[in-house]
């Protein structure tokens, strides 16, 4: 379930801080370096696209480019979706202990192919952690591949809010690609760095939703370490998720939602977060 605890995952799990590091060096983290030559999108939150991404290839989980800040192995293959490889299922050398090879389905659909995202496995995470040099505790990946999941599926429902405005043209928006920009600060992040009790985001993303063939919209998305989130899911993380301002129609977007505007601006200051998206039933 989405609404575990972290500290309730797994028998040996870590502080949610620690695991979100992992999660962040695994799957996207640019911890090392400057963001790759092949990001599709550079520049700051309100600037277009330097280029298109190619054609997909089948497989990855919506998180970042993880090929970031460490060099990619000769032979290689990567996702253009996610400037991923796809992990091995199989032991690392350096593995104690067994770990699930089970990958969940994400809420999120393709958009150049049907069904949806598939999250990595935990012998995926471990995989992936140790492709970025990265020390990789095998009793935590269950605590680990949970805070990327349920974070990813609040990302999710919070691009939703957005799209809802247009479901007359589009019912059901899909996401096409998506890439990790840790240290390109947004106008918004770099205001919380100066004037938040938060401090600057410990990530960034821009996620490109197809909105049903009419067009593909760039959402940029801030993950700010937040004591005071308020969330139900347990994680002390304030996800932050507007239409970037590469077009009119995302100015406009912005000007539709006051109170979200409102919200934003209480929510650096006195905290209570953004919310997680979903709707009552």
Known sequence: SSHLR???VGSHAAPAQILRRAVVAAMGGQTDGPPPAVCPMRGAEGGPPASAAPAAAAGGCPFAAAGAGGSQPAGEVLDPRNMMPVFPQTPAESQDMALSKDRATSSIPKADEPG????PSPQQFY????RKNKEAEADAMDAVVHVHNVTNERTWNLILDWERMHKDQCPSPSLLRFVGRQHDLSFGA???SKISYR?????RHDWFVDRCGLKTVRYVIDYY???KSGTKDGLDITVEVRPALDDLGGVMDRFRRPAWQAKRM???MMGGGMGDGRRPE
């Open 266 to 268: 209480w929510a650096a």
């Open 225 to 227: 370490d937040d004591p």
């Open 199 to 203: 401090g600057a985001p410990f990530d």
């Open 6 to 8: 972290v500290n309730t």
């Open 116 to 119: 949806n995202w598939v999250y």
């Open 190 to 192: 770099w205001c919380s």
């Open 127 to 130: 995989h992936a952690l140790l």
